[in-house]
């Protein structure tokens, strides 16, 4: 079951703002938001847990609405640093096992 | 944060033979490994998820015999890429959790870019 990301890709001047959208059809046990760049493993960035809760870091935030259906990642006077692509995650229980399945990705692109 | 260790970096294999790929945590136990496989500008796909001492979930359409996971002990699991063909080429990607809790964030192995020739 994998969320739906949008946009797929972003064009930013450096100290723009972005905001990624991520969303499912169904309430979400959690949603994580990863960042990779182009060749690297992608890097945690945060987790959400609870319907409204929001949360950063420096320039960096995100929330989980109360349904637990959506999720933005907001991206705040972008910096060059962080331009590559912003995956959302979830995690499924299935059969005992644990699943954590992304979106399709974000493309974020900052320009000087 | 912890540091999850993957090697090779890149391997580049004859059409037939197979390749093992290794992922460590360096830094603490992972109770559970999710193993993903990335084409090109695409997004990350969830191969199988294995946890220590049993055997490995495999999704949907990811051939067990063809790549085989083993997770035998709490800092390694691996990734065997058996009687490699063209089309298996790809980056994959292992990732570790600490605790078999749905909660917690999973740490990224730095990927292995598979070359078959």
């Known amino acids: 079951q994998q969320p739906v990301q949008s946009p797929q890709a972003v064009i930013l001047r450096e100290g723009e703002d972005a905001v990624i959208n991520c969303s499912s059809s169904?309430?979400?046990?959690?949603v994580h938001w990863y960042r990779q760049k182009h060749g690297e493993a992608p890097v945690f960035l945060m987790i959400?847990?609870?319907?409204?809760e929001q949360k950063g870091h420096d320039k960096i935030s995100a929330s989980f609405n109360e349904k637990k259906q959506q999720s933005s990642l907001y991206l705040t006077a972008s910096q060059l640093s962080y331009s590559g692509t912003y995956f959302c995650?979830?995690?499924?229980?299935?059969?005992?096992?644990?699943?954590?399945?992304f979106g399709q990705g974000t493309r974020l692109t900052i320009n000087p | 944060g912890a540091v999850v260790s993957q090697h090779p970096s890149w391997v580049i294999c004859k059409s037939g033979t197979s390749v093992k790929i290794e992922c460590r945590s360096l830094?603490?136990?992972?109770?559970?490994m999710f193993w993903y496989r990335q084409f090109p500008k695409q997004s990350l796909m969830l191969m199988a998820t294995?946890?220590?001492?049993?055997?490995?979930?495999?999704e949907q359409g990811v051939e067990k015999d063809k790549f085989l996971i083993n997770h035998a002990s709490l800092t390694l699991s691996t990734l065997t890429v058996t009687s490699a063909h063209p089309e298996d080429s790809s980056f994959y990607i292992c990732?570790?959790?600490?605790?078999?809790?749905?909660?917690?964030?999973?740490?990224f192995g730095q990927g292995t870019r598979l070359t078959v020739v």
């Open positions: 959400l847990l609870k319907g409204g």
């Open positions: 990732s570790a959790k600490a605790y078999r809790g749905m909660n917690t964030e999973a740490f």
């Open positions: 294995s946890n220590e001492g049993s055997k490995a979930t495999y």
């Open positions: 169904k309430a979400l046990y959690s």
């Open positions: 995650g979830t995690e499924h229980l299935l059969q005992g096992a644990q699943k954590l399945v």
């Open positions: 830094d603490f136990q992972a109770t559970t």
